[in-house]
Structures are given as C-alpha cells and as structure tokens.
C-alpha cells in the first residue's frame, strides 16, 4: 500500500543544508501496523510529513514514495490533494495545535468531509456526529457544538481521529499519538487506533518514541536514527534479541522495576549540517571499530531483522534481565 525508496529530505538553513532524512526505504501492507522509533530528531515525523508534502519551501524532497502505485514524491497539487485524507490521513502529535480554536468541533470534522466527498452541510454534519461517536466521544450531538478549549487532552485526540477516518482513508499515519496522555488516556487511545484499524482495514503507520506503545500495538517496526533506518525486525524481535547497538541502548533507557539506575545511551545525536562518516551512531556506540568509520552501513538480513551495523552477527545484543 505505501512504498518508500531512497526517500531524502534536506533543510535550507543560513549554515547550510541540514540533511533530515537520508535514504529511507519502507513497505507498509494492507492490516498491518508498522512502528517507527527513534529519539526525537531522527527523522521519524519529517520522513511521513514528506511524503503528504507538508514540509515547509525550505524542504528539499527526492525519492520516491508511492500510495497504491502513485508517486507523491514531486507529484502535481490535485494529486497530492486527493490522497492526502482519502488515501492516506495523518494524525498530529499536538491535536491543540492542528485543531482551529475559533471554529466549532464539529465544523472542523464537516470541512474535512465536504473537502473530498460530495454532500451537503446538513448531511455532513450528522456524518461528522457519527464519526464522534464511533471515536468514543460521549453525547457527540452536543459535543460536536463545543470548541477544541472545551475538551480534554485525551478528548481532542478522538476528534483528530474521527477527522482523520472521515474519509475512509487506507493508510493511517499517527504522529505520537499518546504524547502527554496519561497512561489510562493512552490505553484508550491506542485502543481506538486499533478497532478502526480492524473496523475499517486500514493499515497504521504508528511514529512513536515510546517502546511500551511499539510493544502494546505494532506488528513490525522499524528503528531510525539520524535519518535513515538502522534495524527493521518484529516487534518480538526487538525486544528479545535487538540487531543493532542503538536498538540495545533504546531498550537500555527503559525505566524497570527493581532497576535503580538508568542506562541512557551516552553522548548527543549528530549535527545533521555535518553528519559523522560511516554509521552515524560511531560516536556514541560501546562496540565501534576503526571500520566503522568507512562506508556508510546499509541494511543487511540477519535472521528475520534487517540491521545496519556491520557487527550485527557477531555482537550478542540483550536487555537487562
């Protein structure tokens, strides 16, 4: 259903191009749910905002990222129109931010209908009342008359989803979606995700630095650091033998009962103006080599994951146990 290839995204900024997403690959199929992890500034968010062509002028994209066989990378304005909220929705990290604070709930779900489907105002508003209450909104009727300031955290990421599904799209992006929930809210969230998923068909990209999320929902992830994917594997995979030593640290970083202490991973990500030669976590890995300064290390098969490190098969990774 989605097919990333060599996707790139590069920044114009007064010290240069700052190199954001550097060669993603990605296959998402239909049911499924991918995650993608990564500390904040890997890549995740402006890897997917690309591909709907959300970026800013500053933006320089290449590659290729298909929907259903149709390229968006380049692609004209009516076509990108038409799968942005058909073919592929996307819910945002910050719904107080997306969501306009001076128009009603319900009239933000009705423009997201009339924008692509052919009905009336009336007609969309009882869809748009549906579509609250399919998200778990109590009294959607009255709801729907009430503004973004009037709901709760976790309430006014229900209407980003019901925005969202409005259309019936295939392809669902959740942008952080649980971020500043607590931890109930979050459930609940994910719970939704995951019905609609199944209700509907649709197959989820879920962005995410949250390992409990990726543990809870997904079927498959991949792991990004510095704008390109350095692990694809299963979700139990990834938890039971890691590939890659950014993966290990990750997991590492997981507070755990009857763990005092916390193992973060040393160090800071790399200046993306001027990224590191060779496998960008050099600088911060407990197994580097001379070597791993050379050529840049692509994905290769080691088991059932895919790894970007060229010790991959000879380093026993784990977790605290």
């Known amino acids: 259903m989605l097919s990333l290839r060599d996707l790139r995204v590069e920044f114009e900024t007064p010290n240069g191009m700052v190199q954001a997403v550097r060669g993603v690959d990605l296959d998402l199929h239909a049911g499924e749910i991918l995650g ?76 997201m209908i009339r924008s692509h489907q052919d009905v009336s105002k009336k007609s969309a508003a009882i869809i748009a009342v549906d579509l609250l209450g399919t998200v778990g909104i109590p009294q959607p009727k009255d709801r729907a008359n009430q503004y973004p300031h009037e709901f709760s955290g976790g309430m006014r990421q229900r209407v980003m989803i019901a925005m969202a599904i409005a259309n019936d799209p295939q392809i669902l992006i959740a942008d952080e979606p649980t971020t500043a929930l607590d931890v109930t809210v979050q459930a609940q969230i994910l719970e939704v995700i995951d ?29 990004m650091y510095a704008g390109r994917v350095v692990e694809k594997t299963s979700v139990q995979s990834l938890f039971d033998a890691p590939t890659h030593p950014y993966t290990e640290g990750l997991l590492r970083s997981i507070p755990l009962l009857g763990h005092q202490r916390l193992l973060p991973i040393p160090g800071s990500p790399p200046n993306m103006l001027r ?27 080691i088991g059932d994951a895919y790894s970007a490190c060229i010790r991959a098969s000879e380093l026993n990774l784990g977790v605290l146990t």
């Open 36 to 111: 993608v992890v990564g500390e904040s500034g890997s890549g995740k968010s402006v890897t997917f905002l690309g591909l709907l062509g959300l970026l800013p002028k500053s933006a320089h994209i290449s590659g290729s990222a298909r929907v259903n066989g149709v390229e968006l990378v380049g692609a004209s304005t009516s076509t990108m129109r038409s799968a942005r909220g058909q073919q592929v929705a996307m819910i945002f990290q910050d719904p107080l931010s997306a969501l306009n604070p001076v128009h009603r709930v319900g009239d933000q779900v009705v423009e």
């Open 195 to 223: 019905r609609l998923r199944q209700e509907m068909g649709m197959a989820v990209v879920m962005i995410t630095h949250d390992l409990g999320v990726i543990a809870r929902i997904a079927d498959r992830v991949q792991v």
């Open 275 to 301: 990224p590191p030669s060779g496998c960008a976590f050099r600088t911060r890995c407990p197994y580097v080599l001379e070597a791993c300064a050379g050529d840049l290390p692509e994905l290769a098969p």
